[in-house]
Nanobody, 127 residues
Framework: QVHVVQSGGGLVQAGASLRLSCVASGRPFSDLTMGWFRQAPGKEREFVAAVGRSGVNTSYADSAKDRFTIFRDNTKNMVFLQMNSLKPEDTAVYYC????????????????????WGQGTQVTVSP
């Protein structure tokens, strides 16, 4: 069993930056692929970014490229999502997720790849 706990988020103005943090426990952290997803009101949960076990391989949704950065610190069992140049359309509940399976980038862009999820954190970007 993997326990995932998130922190960060809040209310910011457009153009601001936020960093979300997530800590996972219960399995060696370097065994986990980590991802971030988000869900806006009335919309389906969507992929934001993922990072492979070593931290070298990353993937992003088109909406996150060039503005968001996912990175991890395997010594602290943590993964981060640095969000810059935030836009009102980034407003959503953000979820951190962990996966123990092996797969490719396309697989980890899907929510079903992840068995373990954080509690969600609200990010609100005002115009």
């Amino acid at each position: 069993q993997v326990h995932v706990v998130q922190s960060g988020g809040g209310l910011v103005q457009a153009g601001a930056s936020l960093r979300l943090s997530c800590v996972a426990s219960g399995r060696p952290f370097s065994d986990l692929t980590m991802g971030w997803f988000r869900q806006a009101p009335g919309k389906e949960r969507e992929f934001v970014a993922a990072v492979g076990r070593s931290g070298v391989n990353t993937s992003y949704a088109d909406s996150a490229k060039d503005r968001f950065t996912i990175f991890r610190d395997n010594t602290k069992n943590m993964v981060f999502l640095q969000m810059n140049s935030l836009k009102p359309e980034d407003t959503a509940v953000y979820y951190c997720a962990a996966s123990t399976v092996v797969g490719g980038k396309n697989y980890f862009a899907r929510a079903l790849a992840y068995a373990y999820w954080g509690q969600g954190t609200q990010v609100t970007v005002s115009p």
